[in-house]
């Protein structure tokens, strides 16, 4: 079994900057890439970012690219997200999640293993 553990997150005013960091236990063989979810209050849970186990490819949802950045270390078990320009709407509770494919998915049900996730929150 693989074990996700998130931390980092909190509150910032819009146009601050925050980091999460998700680092990966236990079977992590049985893992490959990483990704990073969120889920605001009544809504679905949306894919954010994603990297493939060695770190060389990584992609992004429209609504962050160019203002969030992912970060893995080739065969690393912790992956980075460095969240900057934060706006009101990237408020939510953000997972980490990892699949034993080494191909990125934007699709939550692509991914077996969850973290508890980690909450978000934007003032304006």
């Known amino acids: 079994q693989v074990q996700l553990e998130e931390s980092g997150g909190g509150s910032v005013q819009a146009g601050g900057s925050l980091g999460l960091s998700c680092e990966e236990s236990g079977q992590t063989y049985g893992s490959c890439a990483m990704a990073w979810f969120r889920q605001a209050p009544g809504k679905e849970r949306e894919f954010v970012a994603g990297s493939t186990w060695a770190g060389n490819f990584f992609e992004y949802a429209d609504s962050v690219k160019g203002r969030f950045t992912l970060s893995r270390t080739a065969a690393s078990s912790e992956i980075y997200l460095t969240m900057g320009n934060l706006k009101p709407e990237d408020t939510a509770v953000y997972y980490c999640?990892?699949?034993?494919?080494?191909?990125?998915?934007?699709?939550?049900?692509?991914?077996?293993?969850w973290g508890q996730g980690t909450q978000v929150t934007v003032s304006s």
């Open positions: 999640a990892a699949r034993g494919s080494c191909d990125t998915s934007r699709q939550a049900r692509d991914y077996p293993y």
